[in-house]
């Protein structure tokens, strides 16, 4: 276990609100993810971070913005929630190199009345 | 881009026997790896099994083994001697080495294990 934590795990919020959720992770990985997981779609990726203070987009990542000012947190905000962004989300951590699983937390399940 | 396709949305299999989860992926990058990850009912991501582009065995973990044909851009995972544990979700991924090391998830195949 890459000792992955996910802040909060579960939180309902309505619509219009700041949301800001939290991975913190013990491991020391330079690469952290940040995915949302809905039905039919698999997981798909919001943003990455390979390094402190750097970061990219990934497929999905209108209406989300990232930061990571330490190595062990990565936080993902949802500026002005949305219905559509009801789901579960994962953050994920990894070693460079080919042969590194990334590693997952446990997920938060995200719910935008 | 890349692409993953997991064409089984559903599949049964009885206690003991094999299954094969079929994967195929679409990619231009020049290396690149693939995963396959469980999820049960609990939520959680399980990693399974790993297999490089470049390398010339199939992978193999335990009763998981990868089937990775690479002219036809497969990477079928085969489950053996299934167990009523096995049951749950599973996905293939695609690792895009020179972007990022970014994941690309097909849409999963739900297994049940029948007694």
């Known amino acids: 276990d890459a000792g992955i934590t996910q802040s909060p795990r579960h939180k309902v919020t309505e619509t219009g609100t700041p949301v800001t959720l939290r991975c913190h992770q013990t491991?020391?990985?330079?690469?952290m993810y940040w995915y949302r997981q809905d039905p039919g779609h698999g997981l798909r990726l919001i943003h990455y971070s390979y390094g402190v203070k750097d970061t990219d987009k990934g497929e999905v990542s209108d209406g989300y913005s990232v930061s990571r000012s330490k190595t062990e947190d990565f936080l993902l905000t949802l500026e002005s929630a949305t219905s559509s962004q009801t789901s579960v989300y994962f953050c994920?951590?990894?070693?460079?190199?080919?042969?590194?699983?990334?590693?997952f937390g446990d997920g938060t399940r995200l719910s935008i009345l | 881009a890349q692409k993953i396709t997991q064409t089984q949305p559903g599949m049964f299999v009885q206690e003991k026997e094999a299954v094969t989860l079929d994967c195929t992926y679409d990619?231009?990058?020049?290396?690149?790896?693939l995963f396959w990850y469980k999820q049960p009912s609990s939520g959680e991501m399980i990693f399974l099994i790993y297999q490089g582009s470049y390398d010339q065995q199939n992978a193999t973990e335990g009763r998981y083994s990868l089937n990775f044909q690479k002219a036809r851009k497969s990477a079928n995972l085969v489950i053996s001697a299934s167990q009523l544990g096995d049951s749950a979700m599973y996905f293939c991924?695609?690792?895009?080495?020179?972007?990022?090391?970014?994941?690309?998830f097909g849409a999963g195949t739900i297994l049940r294990v029948k007694s």
């Open positions: 991924a695609s690792l895009r080495v020179e972007y990022g090391n970014k994941l690309v």
């Open positions: 990619t231009s990058d020049p290396s690149y790896g």
């Open positions: 994920a951590t990894m070693d460079p190199g080919r042969s590194q699983p990334q590693h």
């Open positions: 491991e020391n990985h330079r690469y």
